[in-house]
């Protein structure tokens, strides 16, 4: 069940691993890491891990609302 759906825990989790944050955008780990490696998105290590985990505040940040042209053209 995704991290975000869990009956358990009615409120999204704050913080997801890298596979959830992939599902939560759409997209595949590697564009994740890649997102990562251009700055576009912070992940936070674990200290005294290799373990990466993302804000889910952060990854909702990269959402953009596509515009809507108005009736004269512009968006």
Known sequence: MSAWNDPEHPTPRRWLNQ??????????????????????????????????RFD?????ALMQPIPIPTADGAA
């Open 56 to 60: 889910v505040s952060d990854l909702d």
């Open 19 to 52: 596979a959830q944050a992939a599902e939560y955008l759409g997209v595949t780990d590697r564009t994740v890491r890649v997102y990562v490696t251009r700055g576009t998105l912070t992940g936070h290590k674990i200290k005294g891990s290799r373990l990466i």
